[in-house]
Nanobody, 125 residues
Framework: QVQLVESGGGLVQPGGSLRLSCAAS????????KGWFRQAPGKEREFVAA????????YYADSVKGRFTISRDNAKDTVSLQMNVLKPEDTAVYYC??????????????????WGKGTLVTVSS
């Protein structure tokens, strides 16, 4: 069993930065692919970024590529999302996720076994 807890959300002005973190309990987390999804008001949940457990290969949605960076720390069982040059359209609840597979063809996605409860990111002046 894996439990995921996100932190780091909040209110930021357009053009600003935030760093989200996800802490995991459960040793199985290390062998899972890890990712971030988001859900904006009135929209479906969407893939944001993912990272493999083995070699750290990363995958991004086109909407965040070049602005967001996903990273992991296997020793600490954490995964982070550095978000730069934030835009109002990035406003959403961001969810940490873990699962057995990343869909590496476009559009990227993941098979998910575990979800966090989410953290709200609001980009507004």
């Amino acid at each position: 069993q894996v439990q995921l807890v996100e932190s780091g959300g909040g209110l930021v002005q357009p053009g600003g930065s935030l760093r989200l973190s996800c802490a995991a309990s459960g040793s199985a987390f290390r062998s899972y692919a890890k990712g971030w999804f988001r859900q904006a008001p009135g929209k479906e949940r969407e893939f944001v970024a993912a990272i493999t457990w083995s070699d750290g290969s990363t995958y991004y949605a086109d909407s965040v590529k070049g602005r967001f960076t996903i990273s992991r720390d296997n020793a600490k069982d954490t995964v982070s999302l550095q978000m730069n040059v934030l835009k109002p359209e990035d406003t959403a609840v961001y969810y940490c996720a873990a699962g057995p597979r990343i869909i590496t063809t476009l559009p990227h996605d993941m098979d998910i076994d575990y979800w966090g409860k989410g953290t709200l990111v609001t980009v507004s002046s």
